[in-house]
Nanobody, 120 residues
Framework: QVQLVESGGGLVQAGGSLRLSCAASGSISFISAMGWYRQAPGKQRELVAVITSGGSTNYSDSVKGRLTISRDNAKHTVYLQMNSLKPEDTAVYYC??????????????WGQGTQVTVSS
């Protein structure tokens, strides 16, 4: 079993910054990719950013230049630095990890979500 725990969400004014963190723990052999998704009321969950173990990244067009994903492979932790935040960024942000566990089973895991609210 693998657990993902997010932190860093909160309330900020437009133009402000937040830094989200997500730490994975449990029966982990290898994490091939970690990422952030978000879901606003009435909308489907969407990809924000993803990073592979090799450091390759992929971003949603709506956040390029404002949000930066990074990863500490040794700590099984992924970060999302969020700058120049807009009210449209308001959503529940979910951490995701694609994991090869100690039994060498490939599985996807999700965190419980953390609320980000950007006021105008």
């Amino acid at each position: 079993q693998v657990q993902l725990v997010e932190s860093g969400g909160g309330l900020v004014q437009a133009g402000g910054s937040l830094r989200l963190s997500c730490a994975a723990s449990g029966s982990i052999s290898f994490i091939s990719a970690m990422g952030w998704y978000r879901q606003a009321p009435g909308k489907q969950r969407e990809l924000v950013a993803v990073i592979t173990s090799g450091g390759s990244t992929n971003y949603s067009d709506s956040v390029k230049g404002r949000l930066t994903i990074s990863r500490d492979n040794a700590k099984h932790t992924v970060y999302l630095q969020m700058n120049s935040l807009k009210p449209e960024d308001t959503a529940v942000y979910y951490c995701h990890a694609r994991v090869l566990d100690m039994s060498f089973d490939r599985r996807d895991y999700w965190g419980q979500g953390t609320q980000v609210t950007v006021s105008s």
